[in-house]
């Protein structure tokens, strides 16, 4: 079992930066990847990012590649999803999860958080 803590969530002007962070507890070392991930009303849950806690391998979303950087700190367990220049269309709930694979597919994730809302205005 593994359990997710999402946080750093709120309201932001466009332009603006928030720092999102997922603190995870159990049986965390089964899971090798963290990932990111975010639902906006009405669509699909989407890949943002992911980083594994060994190599420190990550993948971003094209869509958020240069203005996103996810980050770990293994001594404290937590993963951190630094979010600049944000655009009304980074709206969303945005969920941290684990895997066992570099996977962008949110089938591939065993254990999810509750997540967090980030709400950009225009």
């Known amino acids: 079992q593994v359990q997710l803590v999402e946080s750093g969530g709120g309201l932001v002007q466009s332009g603006g930066s928030l720092r999102l962070s997922c603190a995870a507890s159990g049986r965390t070392y089964r899971w090798p990847t963290m990932g990111w991930f975010r639902q906006a009303p009405g669509k699909e849950r989407d890949f943002v990012a992911l980083?594994?806690?060994?190599?420190?391998?990550?993948y971003y979303a094209d869509s958020v590649k240069g203005r996103f950087t996810i980050s770990r700190d293994n001594a404290k367990n937590t993963v951190y999803l630094q979010m600049n220049s944000l655009k009304p269309e980074d709206k969303a709930v945005y969920y941290c999860a684990v895997s066992a694979r570099n996977s962008r597919n949110s089938d591939d994730y065993a254990y999810w958080g509750q997540g967090t809302q980030v709400t950009v205005s225009s």
């Open positions: 980083i594994t806690w060994s190599g420190g391998t990550t």
